[in-house]
């Protein structure tokens, strides 16, 4: 075990916590998506478990 003083860690956050209603807003998720991924995280997740778990509609280009 060692000590750590407060003041030398790091105030640097390493992972983005988003709100899943606002990153289903900002990436034009459904509103069913926005709720399968509340069940599977709750309220908040980070940006990397939001973006890997994500179902999107595919957008075909003609």
Avoid: D
Avoid at 1 to 9: D, R, S, T
Avoid at 20 to 31: A, D, I, T
Wanted: hydrophobic share 35%; glycine share 4%.
């Amino acid at each position: 075990m060692e000590h750590v003083e407060a003041e030398k860690l790091s105030k640097h956050t390493v992972a983005k916590v988003w709100k899943v209603r606002e990153y289903c807003e900002q990436h034009q998720l459904g509103g069913k998506e926005e709720i399968r991924l509340r069940r599977l995280f709750g309220r908040f997740a980070t940006a990397s478990e939001l973006q890997h778990n994500a179902k999107r509609a595919p957008k075909w280009r003609y």
